[in-house]
Each structure stands twice: as C-alpha cells, then as structure tokens.
C-alpha cells in the first residue's frame, strides 16, 4: 500500500469509473479513507444526475430580444441621422451664404450676352455638384443600412 492518499482528482476520476493512475487502483482497495471519498463522490454524481435540467420559468431568449433591439438600434440610428443634417447644413450653410453675399454678382454672370458662357459653366458646375452631393447622400445610406443590419 502506498503511503500517500490520493489526490481527489484522481479519486473523482475512480469514482466516475474513468480512474488509470497506475497503482490507484490498489490504494483505493486498502485505504477505507479514499474509498470513503471516492463513495462521496459516486454519490454526489449520482445526485446531480437525477437533478433536473436547470430551466427559466420564463422564456429569456424573449425577454432579452425584446429589450435588445430597441436599445441597440435606435441610439445607432439617432446618430447616423444626426450626421446626415449635420453634414447637409456643414454643406449648404456657406453655400446660401456665399449666395446671399454674392447675389448681385450671380445676377450678373446670368445677364448679357458675353457672360452667357459663364452663367453656362456656372449652372453646369452648379448642377455636377448637386449631383455628387446626391451621389454620396446615397452611398452614406447605403453604408447605414449596411451597418445598422449587422
Ligand atoms: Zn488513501
């Protein structure tokens, strides 16, 4: 007989009839101690066998959805649109300013007939930038969506 016990690993592993410590085997026969523990343990596993499988009395999946959604989503969206109007008014605001300080000027590029070409190029250039604005308007949604489904 082996003077030293055996660990309670090892005594879990005999008592789940899964022990291969190699003189184990021979110390739980002569030793009552570890045999009494290894009992113990036989017991305890057979306990929580019998045990119930550990259930909510509600249905959790459900109730974490549902508080889930909302939280994740509307502070995402809120800020998303935030961005757009601030980036819109970052856009516009000196836009119509520069139109205001400059009307008398804009009048004139639409009037006579040598600046006709300018108030062509004006209008053409004016129209390519809206465009462009719309464009990306239309890819930062797109890229919103995008990351709002994920
Ligand atoms: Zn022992």
Redesign the pocket.
Known sequence: MTLK??SDDVIQQYALEAGTEPGAQE?LQQ?P??RAKMEMYRNMAAAFRELPAPSFSFDAHALVMARLQPAALRPARRIAGLVLYVALAALLLPAAAAFYLFRHDVAQLFSGAVSMLTGLAATTILTILVMQGLDMLQSYRKKIHKILQH
């Open positions: 016990h055996l110390h030793c101690a570890c």
